[in-house]
């Protein structure tokens, strides 16, 4: 395939700018490994979006911004890409399977994934009571007692989901404050259901065949205590998904992309948009902003 | 839904008759219609049915509508792809996963 525009992402960012281009009627496809909507897909409700004031679920809030990209024209082709290379007219696409694609610009909107820790059990005993989604998997612990790690906006919202099935939500945080913004704060504080253990980390996972206990440690005095929960939730941060073109463009210490304040990355015709960039704060309001803005910067490129 | 012939829908009901006692290995990819990772592994599920047909059953369990299954195997995460062969669990992958990775387990046993 060779278009004028591949958008890498059908998050928030990527329809978005699918959408702004497509109206622009430019050669434009975009590329999703699965189904369109990121990592909202993955979160129950949305409470911050403008225009929504009534909360929406993440999912349905997905399909409008697919449907409505696809109003415009948007060709949404299911691929994965694993890795991005310069090419003689632009960029060079290459899929899974082999193939390649070819465009003229690229807009990445990739992402960004839930940090894992890595600590001793983690990892053997995710789907085993280990988990990155509440939503996907907080019906499996109804009235059983469960651990939510970390403390900012992610993970005090998700604790706060997760206590409508869990009879109790240990909220497991390293600092003696929540980073979280104070409208969840104040939710956290008067739930009930919610014990927040401060200045503590998670140090292993235990279990057999499933979750059993989390051992978590004391940051001020180095003290272990064991935590009797059958679900570890952990909300500790995001990752970059950049993998395909890591040595490609320029990114920061993590891995995000650094554009400047058109979008643009380091490589000429490549824009970047939503979390894959390196800056402060990543909602969907800041993603679909910035994946017009791309959009609008990848017609000027290509017209220019 | 899925016009897909190779797919296969179980329920708690033909579990052992479609999966225990298949002939050949299947691979069930536990669901919900609540989980949104579900619907990115979906697509890519329903295609490895059409590719690896003949060769590895391939099945969906809504674990909303059949917990005994789900609870019998301790799937405590979805998207769950659990791949059994005569009868046994042998191995899984949690997560929504680039279908090259769902390959890679399929190809163990095809």
Not at chain 1, 90 to 105: I, V
Not at chain 1, 138 to 158: K, Y
Not at chain 2, 82 to 102: C, E, H, T
Request: negative net charge; contains cysteine.
């Amino acid at each position: 395939m060779d278009t004028d525009l591949a958008i890498l992402g059908g998050g928030p960012a990527g329809l978005t700018a699918g959408m702004y281009a497509a109206r622009a009627r430019i050669r434009v496809a975009l590329l999703e490994k699965g189904q369109p909507g990121g990592q909202i897909a993955a979160t129950e409700i949305v409470d911050n979006y403008p225009g929504f004031e009534e909360p929406i679920l993440g999912w349905e809030l997905a399909q409008k911004m697919e449907a409505h990209a696809r109003k415009f024209g948007l060709e949404v082709v299911p691929v994965d890409v694993t890795r991005v290379s310069v090419a003689e007219g632009g960029f060079q696409l290459t899929l899974d399977s082999g193939e390649t694609y070819t465009c003229r610009a690229l807009i990445l909107a990739t992402g960004a994934s839930p940090v894992k820790l890595g600590i001793p059990g983690e990892l053997q005993l995710v789907g085993r009571g280990v988990s990155y989604c509440a939503v996907c998997d907080g019906p499996f612990f109804r009235d059983q007692e469960i651990a939510v790690v970390g403390g900012g906006d992610s993970a005090v919202e998700e604790a706060l989901y997760l206590t409508r099935f869990a009879s109790k939500v240990h909220l497991i945080h390293r600092r003696d404050e929540l980073r979280a913004i104070k409208d969840i704060q104040e939710k956290a504080f008067a739930e009930p259901r919610i014990q927040i253990h401060w200045n503590h980390v998670p140090v292993a996972v235990v279990g057999n065949k499933e979750v059993e206990s989390l051992v978590i440690r004391s940051v001020i005095n180095g003290s272990e205590q064991i935590l009797r929960v059958s679900g570890v939730f952990f909300y500790v941060g995001l990752r970059p998904n950049s993998e395909s073109f890591r040595d490609l463009v320029r990114t920061d210490e993590w891995g995000f992309v650094v554009t400047d304040a058109q979008m643009a990355c380091s490589v000429p015709g490549i824009f970047a948009a939503g979390d894959i960039r390196s800056k402060m704060l990543r909602q969907i309001a800041t993603a679909v902003g910035e994946g017009a803005l791309a959009a609008y910067s990848a017609q000027h490129y290509l017209e220019g | 839904m899925s016009k897909n012939e190779h797919l296969y829908h179980v329920s708690d009901a033909d579990f052992e008759q479609a999966i225990l006692k298949s002939d050949v290995p299947a691979l069930v990819d536990f669901w919900a219609p609540w989980c949104g990772p579900c619907r990115t592994v979906g697509p890519v599920v329903e295609e490895l049915a059409t590719e690896y047909a003949g060769k590895v059953k391939i099945a969906k369990l809504n674990v909303d509508e059949n917990k005994d299954t789900a609870a019998k195997y301790g799937v405590r995460g979805i998207p769950t792809l659990m791949l059994f062969n005569n009868g046994q669990p042998v191995d899984q992958i949690v997560g929504a996963v680039p279908k090259s990775r769902i390959k890679e387990l399929l190809d163990k046993v095809s």
